[in-house]
């Protein structure tokens, strides 16, 4: 697997801390894809008891999943602790069905929770910021057994016109970038996860210029570049030397920019996780097992 920068969890938080009230606004893609990623789960016969949404934002999805699953508790968990207020508050008008929901925040990697929490664990556009083998080990731990994750993540292509015009200004990273659908499915083979399944699919966004382009990613705190520098201000004229480069990318009067949105889901395996002690044996930790004796 490509050995990608780590990611700056502080920075990152910081971004979307700053973006939490223009985020709704400019979250077009986000939506979207939000809305293709709950559609496949449409086929899948499954009556959660317990949902953990990853990277929740501002909620829309975490308000989606307590639509569909409505005797599920809905726990909604974000890296920056405004978008968690923003979701409480898209909760607060619901009526009482909907009451015994949580919100949490904390990191993906690292996740707050005790092991076999949660029957599926949903994260839209969320781990491209995130160590994809440890977030899967994390995912895995939390759910019950015969759980199942469903995600959607960006690809390799995303922004690549951004990223090519940027490389005819300077040497910087300017861009993020992402791990391509083979590697995001070897993470999950990694984390042990049962049956992974992996697609993609490149959606395309138009925009009047490159500053149009610019504000909608400051606006969804998408600007951070993953273990980069920390960019100087983009003085005018570097700015209008990127939307020179950017010109060869308009068709039709918009400029075009490409976003590589990976989907995919995995199982937790049915069974009691198993861990393997340092001197080769395996050890099963007893509350596990007393759960799994439980359900019996």
């Not at 709950?38 to 975490?62: F, H, K, N, Y």
């Not at 607060?92 to 949490?104: E, I, M, Q, S, V």
């Not at 393997?276 to 359900?295: N, V």
Request: charged letters at 30%; aromatic letters at 8%; a positive charge.
């Amino acid at each position: 697997m490509p050995d990608l920068p780590r990611p700056d969890k502080a920075r990152i938080r910081e971004s979307f801390e700053r973006a939490v009230d223009s985020y709704d606004a400019a979250a077009v893609l986000q939506r979207e894809v939000g809305e293709r990623l709950l559609e496949r789960l449409d086929p899948i016969r499954m009556e959660p008891q317990r949902i953990l949404d990853v990277g929740a934002g501002t909620g829309w999805c975490s308000e989606a999943l307590a639509q569909r699953y409505r005797k599920a508790q809905i726990v909604a968990m974000d890296l920056a602790h405004g978008m968690v207020c923003r979701t409480r508050g898209r909760f607060g008008p619901l009526n009482r069905r909907l009451r015994g929901h949580r919100f949490a925040c904390g990191d993906a990697e690292q996740l707050p929770f005790a092991d076999a929490r949660f029957d599926l664990v949903f994260s839209n556009l969320t781990l491209q910021w995130c160590d994809l083998e440890r977030t899967f080990a994390e995912f895995r731990r939390v759910l019950r057994p015969g759980g199942l994750v469903m995600f959607s993540t960006f690809g390799p292509d995303t922004l690549k016109e951004l990223r090519a015009s940027w490389a005819e200004v300077d040497r910087e990273v300017h861009v993020n970038e992402f791990l391509d659908m083979h590697h995001v499915g070897d993470a999950m083979v990694n984390a042990r996860l049962a049956d992974p399944v992996v697609d993609m699919e490149l959606l395309t966004l138009t925009y009047e210029s490159v500053p149009a382009l610019m504000s909608d990613l400051k606006s969804l705190g998408a600007q951070t570049v993953r273990g980069g520098r920390r960019p100087t201000l983009t003085g005018k004229s570097r700015l209008k030397a990127l939307s020179e480069a950017y010109e060869r990318f308009r068709h039709e009067g918009r400029l075009h920019s490409t976003w590589e949105v990976v989907y995919g889901h995995a199982w937790a395996p049915d069974s009691v996780p198993q861990q393997h002690t340092s001197d080769g044996a395996t050890g099963i930790r007893f509350e596990q097992l007393r759960g799994a004796l439980k359900k019996r």
